[in-house]
């Protein structure tokens, strides 16, 4: 799915670094980079940052699913957080499971190669 830069980038996506991977139908897929400045005070990739990275995941792969004539929120996100990531890359990628008229279920995994970081699933009304 090819898009203007404008419909898949935000200042904030970009101010952490997200990098849109594949972008398809209730679908997307994106990667982060540990940067010095994404640290916890343990040196590991802070867990908002993960946080984040699920919800601009979740958020494409909502407007991929309904549109990017529509917008959609956030109103409820539950995450996991399985292993800390101490250097490199993660890969996040989203689906939306349930793509209702009013609301959208949507899941998201968090993998740093094959060994899995976080689990999330949220809820996002379309306005």
């Known amino acids: 799915m090819e898009l203007p830069t404008g419909l898949t980038h935000s200042a904030f ?4 670094g997200c990098r849109l991977q594949r972008l398809d139908q209730g679908v997307a897929e994106v990667a ?4 010095p400045s994404l640290r916890n005070r343990a ?4 867990g908002g940052a993960i946080f984040s990275l699920v ?6 792969a ?19 957080y399985i292993r800390a990531v101490e250097d490199g890359d993660v890969l996040c990628i989203a689906r939306v499971i349930h793509p209702g008229r009013r609301t959208l279920v949507v899941e998201a995994e ?3 190669g094959e060994k899995l970081v976080a689990k999330a699933q949220g809820t996002f009304a379309v306005l």
């Open 62 to 80: 909502c407007s991929s699913s309904h549109g990017f004539d529509q917008q959609s929120a956030t109103i409820e996100c539950k995450i996991n």
């Open 55 to 60: 919800d601009i995941a979740m958020g494409l």
């Open 13 to 16: 996506s970009e101010l952490l």
């Open 32 to 35: 982060l980079t540990l940067e």
């Open 110 to 112: 968090v993998h740093q």
């Open 43 to 46: 040196g590991k990739l802070h």
